[in-house]
């Protein structure tokens, strides 16, 4: 048995089809960890999630925020923007079953040692306080409140953790920091103007910014972290800890997956011209 991590797949069914076939993936035998982002921008959208309902016994999904803004919108909340082209789940006979299913997967997953998230975990969080925290996101998720939830999770602030925050501005920020983060200050302010390898600003209210894998963390030495959402960084961290696997497939560049047991990257050219 191989358990495989794969980056932000974002509706490229065809590339991650193909990535599955270079690896020999079998159902039977492996597993596939997803860090989000299945959908969105991609040529098939549709595919890529029925794929992953259709294996859900022998896959782990995190959401990513291009899942979540699916979900907004499946909830009637959200604005479209120009590069969304999540119609076709949307329109789907079989929609409800699989944003049923969607918005039952976690923000963490964690299996021993072994973290995964959409956008990683920010320094000032320990592991053990980080599941909890999406925890109470994945609870609201799945209660009747969702609609309360997704009208409130658009939006840039708080952009620093307080474990004194309470309500929507809490589960807001939580949500930001698994799905959203890139560069931060030390203090876990989020720069959200950042999108490149390199932050816009040296400093953020005062505070230096850098990448948040950058600063020293509250992990476990043993813990490592597997994450997506960053292409510009295409999957560079210099860190044996932190593995990105966003490599920009959706942007012509190429899908990653890495296997735990083997510590073996694997990837795919994604040329969309």
């Not at 291009?66 to 923007?81: E, F, I, M, T």
């Not at 329109?91 to 969607?102: F, K």
């Not at 292409?231 to 490599?247: H, M, N, R, V």
């Not at 560049?253 to 890495?258: P, Q």
Request: aromatic share 10%; charged share 20%; glycine share 8%.
């Amino acid at each position: 048995m191989t358990t495989y991590v794969i980056g932000d797949i974002q509706g490229c069914y065809a590339d991650f089809s193909a990535l599955l076939t270079q690896v020999n993936f079998d159902p039977q035998h492996d597993q596939l960890w997803s860090v989000g982002d299945l959908i969105n921008r991609g040529s098939d959208n549709l595919a890529t999630l029925r794929w992953f309902y259709a294996h859900r016994s022998v896959v782990k999904v995190v959401l990513g925020n291009h899942d979540l803004h699916l979900l907004a919108h499946h909830a009637g909340v959200g604005k479209k923007s120009r590069s969304d082209n999540f119609e076709d789940i949307l329109e789907a006979q079989d929609a409800n079953t699989l944003l049923d299913w969607l918005v039952q997967q976690p923000l963490m997953h964690r299996k021993g040692p072994l973290l995964m998230t959409h956008a990683g975990i920010p320094p000032c969080w320990s592991s053990d306080e980080a599941l909890g925290y999406a925890a109470e996101v994945a609870d609201i998720l799945r209660s009747p409140r969702r609609i309360e939830f997704f009208k409130a999770m658009y939006g840039n602030e708080p952009y620093r953790w307080s474990p004194h925050l309470r309500g929507l501005a809490r589960l807001r920020t939580i949500t930001n920091y698994f799905t959203r983060m890139r560069h931060c200050t030390a203090s876990a302010g989020l720069d959200f103007a950042s999108k490149g390898a390199a932050a816009k600003a040296a400093t953020l209210c005062g505070e230096m910014l850098r990448p948040w894998f950058e600063h020293p963390h509250r992990l476990r030495p043993n813990e490592r972290l597997f994450f997506g959402h960053w292409a510009s960084l295409e999957g560079k961290t210099d860190s044996q800890q932190f593995i990105g696997l966003d490599t920009g497939c959706v942007w012509g560049r190429c899908l990653t997956v890495y296997a735990i047991e083997n510590d073996q990257y694997f990837s795919h050219g994604c040329d969309h011209s």
